[in-house]
C-alpha cells in the first residue's frame, strides 16, 4: 500500500478510536438537575435554582456565606451586617451598636474555623463599637471575650488570641488600652451551629 494511503489510513483509525473513548452525548445528570458532566461541581447534590451561582450544580443553602441560612435570610445575596442592629435578619445595615452590662452581651466579631484572624467583615462592628466608647465616657471598661467552637483544637487558647486579635484591631481605632481587657469565658457559648460557636463578644462595665 503506498506510503499515502497508509498514512490516511492511520488518520482514520486514530479518529475512530478516539470516538470509540469519547463520553456518550446527552447523558443525563446523576442528580437530576439538568447539569451534567465536568459541569457539575456536585454531581450527587442537586443544584438550587435561586439565581445565584446556579451553572455549578452544587446547592446554596446561604448564598452570601453570612451565616443566616437563604430561608430565614431577607437578604439572602446580600451579607448580614453583625453590628448589633437587626443581625438576625441577614440584610446589611450600618445602625450603632448597644453596649450593655453583664450578663448581656454586644455585637460578635466571627472568625473561620482554627483562625485568629480579624476579618475585614468585622470592621464595620468594630468601628461602631469604637464610636460608641468615644461617645459614652461612662463606659469604663469592656471586657473582649473569645469563643471557640467544640470541635476547634485547643478551644480555650484558640478563644483568648481572638479576644486579643479584636482588642488589638480597636485600639487601632483609636480606644485607649486601658478600656479594654481581654477576659476569659470557660463557659460553652450558647450556638446552635459550630459556625455561630466562633466568635469574640462584648461586655461593657459603667462607672458607679
Known sequence: M???ES???????????????????GRPAE????IAGPADLCPRDPEDRDGWEDEDGCPDPDNDHDRVVDQDDHCPN????????????GCPDHGRVALYEPPGVAP??????GS???EDEARP?????????????EIVRVGVVGHASAEEPDGPA??????????????ELGVAPGRLAVDDDPSPPDASTPEAARFVEFRAHFAP
Open 116 to 118: 485568629a484572624r480579624v
Open 158 to 171: 484558640l478563644a483568648h488570641a481572638r479576644a486579643e486579635a479584636v482588642q488589638r484591631r480597636l485600639g
Open 31 to 34: 442528580d437530576g438537575d439538568g
Open 78 to 89: 446580600d451579607a448580614e451586617v453583625y453590628n448589633g442592629t437587626d443581625d438576625d435578619d
Open 2 to 4: 503506498p506510503l499515502k
Open 125 to 137: 462592628t468594630l468601628e461602631a463599637v469604637a464610636a460608641v466608647l468615644a461617645a459614652h465616657p
Open 7 to 25: 498514512s490516511g489510513m492511520l488518520a482514520l483509525l486514530a479518529l475512530a478510536c478516539g470516538a470509540s473513548h469519547a463520553p456518550p452525548r
Open 108 to 113: 460578635k466579631v466571627f472568625f473561620r474555623s
